[in-house]
Nanobody, 124 residues
Framework: QVHLVESGGGLVQTGGSLRLSCAASGSSFSRRAMAWYRQASGSQRELVAAIGSGGETAYADSVKGRFTISRHNAENTVDLQMHILKPEDTAVYYC??????????????????WGQGTQVTVSS
């Protein structure tokens, strides 16, 4: 059973930076996507960024050029470095690990496992 623990959320001003980290345990993570999703109040959960076990990445258009996802396979961790934050980035951010895949699809698929979420608030 996969266990995910996120850290690094908080309050930041517009234009600031934050780094989210997620530590995964409980399984082997080879050929499994890791990702960050977010859910703003009153909105559906959406993909922010995903990374395959070979380092391939996918980003939401709204964060391209501002956010960078990275994973450290030896430590089973995935990070999200966020720059030039905007008020519309305010949301609960969730770490996700998918099941073993045949190929990376750019999202946390199949069989996603979720962390508990960490709040990111960007003040204007």
């Amino acid at each position: 059973q996969v266990h995910l623990v996120e850290s690094g959320g908080g309050l930041v001003q517009t234009g600031g930076s934050l780094r989210l980290s997620c530590a995964a345990s409980g399984s082997s993570f080879s050929r499994r996507a890791m990702a960050w999703y977010r859910q703003a109040s009153g909105s559906q959960r959406e993909l922010v960024a995903a990374i395959g076990s070979g380092g391939e990445t996918a980003y939401a258009d709204s964060v391209k050029g501002r956010f960078t996802i990275s994973r450290h396979n030896a430590e089973n961790t995935v990070d999200l470095q966020m720059h030039i934050l905007k008020p519309e980035d305010t949301a609960v951010y969730y770490c996700c690990v998918g099941g073993r895949y045949v190929r990376f699809t750019g999202r946390c698929y199949p069989d996603p496992s979720w962390g508990q979420g960490t709040q990111v608030t960007v003040s204007s």
